[in-house]
Structures are given as C-alpha cells and as structure tokens.
C-alpha cells in the first residue's frame, strides 16, 4: 500500500527557509502526480505547489509563487517543498500528496500524516 511520510517542518524566523520532504513507498513513484496542501487553524486545506508525473510542470498558489519549489527526485522516490522568504502566514501544518487515480480528496488518494511548520515575526 502507498505510503507518504513527510519531514522537516520546524520553526523558523520570518524571512527563513525550510525544506520539507515527502518519503514515498508502496507504489510506482514515477507515475504519480505530487502535491504539499497546508491547513492552518480554522483554515481549509489548500493546494501550495504540484508537480506532474515529471518535472515539466508545475503549479503554485498565489500566494507563494516565487518563494516555495516543488521538485521530486523518482531516483530517491522522494520530493520536496523548498520554502524561502517565509511569512508567518505560511504557518501551518503541511501534508504531502500523491495521486494517481486522483479519486480522493482534492483529487490525491493518498497523504501523508502531515508536519508542522510555524514561522515567528
């Protein structure tokens, strides 16, 4: 059965980085479609990056588009969020995705248990 492991969230200062990874197992990486969703307190989980079954494209919400990159590396069966000029606003717990059938919420089957991530001013 796929399985998604996410790492690397912590605490930050504003304007820090952080890298986040997602450890995948159980099926056929490289055929899969990826994403990070965040949720922050009361908030809905949104979409922050996706990648396709390559990496010819990508995706991005609005609000972090040219801070936040998404890459995968099928070699390590890994990918990863690389967060840059954080916000406290990026405060929030961050859960990795994959989809292959893309039945599921939000349109990926299968999600990691989620990290946290929490950005002082």
């Known amino acids: 059965q796929v399985q998604l492991a996410e790492s690397g969230g912590g605490l930050v200062q504003a304007g820090g980085s952080l890298r986040l990874s997602c450890a995948f197992s159980?099926?056929?990486?490289?055929?899969?479609?990826l994403g990070w969703f965040r949720q922050g307190p009361g908030k809905e989980r949104e979409l922050v990056a996706a990648i396709g079954r390559t990496s010819g494209t990508t995706y991005y919400a609005d609000s972090v588009k040219g801070r936040f990159t998404i890459s995968r590396d099928n070699a390590k069966n890994t990918f990863y969020l690389d967060m840059k000029s954080l916000k406290p606003e990026d405060s929030a717990v961050y859960y990795c995705?994959?989809?292959?059938?893309?039945?599921?919420?939000?349109?990926?089957?299968?999600w990691g248990q989620g990290t946290q991530v929490t950005v002082s001013s």
């Open positions: 159980g099926g056929t990486f490289s055929g899969t479609r």
């Open positions: 995705a994959a989809a292959v059938s893309g039945r599921g919420a939000y349109g990926y089957e299968y």
